[in-house]
T-cell receptor
Framework: GENVEQHPSTLSVQEGDSAVIKCTYSDSASNYFPWYKQELGKRPQLIIDIRSNVGEKKDQRIAVTLNKTAKHFSLHITETQPEDSAVYFC??????????FGKGTKLSVKP | EPEVTQTPSHQVTQMGQEVILRCVPI?????FYWYRQILGQKVEFLVSFYNNEISEKSEIFDDQFSVERPDGSNFTLKIRSTKLEDSAMYFC????????????FGQGTRLTVV
């Protein structure tokens, strides 16, 4: 089955800097890669996703890149703000939609 | 905006007791999921449900677990004999038709087994 590895487990940046979180996946059949933001005690919220037929996707300060050959995908947050502080999870999934999550990255943005 | 709703928000139960966690998915969605998240850990897939049957389940989803869609609107997760290690946040999620991608998560039920 699918296995998703995520790095780093914690990330601390200064406000205004960029943050990059990386994930790898094992199952070449996975074709959908969402990123979720989870604030303490709340549900995971989808922030951006990418399908395997696309190499890059951007939404304002957030971008995701996918390298199918290497089975890598990354989340890039530019101009970070304190409200970006949260735990971010990557996930991989197939056509049935069940997602296998990475272990999460705790992002702290210091003002 | 439509959302997935879960009840109760917090359930405390004695070890060995049965619990039922309830979810109302978004009304026109076709795919339903349960995930769990032990405190401070990652979100783990339990089971997916489509066309009134389980389509996939993880190793966590053993004989103690079952799911049901009893009336076309509710989607329930039953744990027959709870163990201490079942304590976690349980999230229900739903997704639209084939080819749609985004899964919408409920706010979760925190299960505490004592």
């Amino acid at each position: 089955g699918e296995n998703v590895e995520q790095h780093p487990s914690t990330l601390s940046v200064q406000e205004g800097d960029s943050a990059v979180i990386k994930c790898t996946y094992s199952d070449s059949a996975s074709n959908y890669f969402p990123w979720y933001k989870q604030e303490l005690g709340k549900r995971p919220q989808l922030i951006i996703d990418i399908r395997s037929n696309v190499g890059e996707k951007k939404d304002q300060r957030i971008a995701v890149t996918l390298n199918k050959t290497a089975k890598h995908f990354s989340l890039h947050i530019t101009e970070t703000q304190p409200e970006d502080s949260a735990v971010y999870f990557c996930a991989g999934g197939g056509s049935q939609g069940n997602l296998i999550f990475g272990k999460g990255t705790k992002l702290s943005v210091k003002p | 905006e439509p959302e997935v709703t879960q009840t109760p928000s917090h359930q405390v139960t004695q070890m060995g007791q049965e619990v039922i966690l309830r979810c109302v998915p978004i009304s026109n969605h076709l795919y339903f999921y349960w995930y769990r998240q032990i405190l401070g850990q990652k979100v783990e897939f339990l089971v997916s449900f489509y066309n009134n049957e389980i389509s996939e389940k993880s190793e966590i989803f053993d004989d103690q677990f079952s799911v049901e869609r009893p009336d076309g609107s509710n989607f329930t997760l039953k744990i027959r004999s709870t163990k201490l290690e079942d304590s976690a946040m349980y999230f229900c999620a739903s997704k639209g038709e084939q080819g749609s991608t985004e899964a919408f998560f409920g706010q979760g039920t925190r299960l505490t087994v004592v």
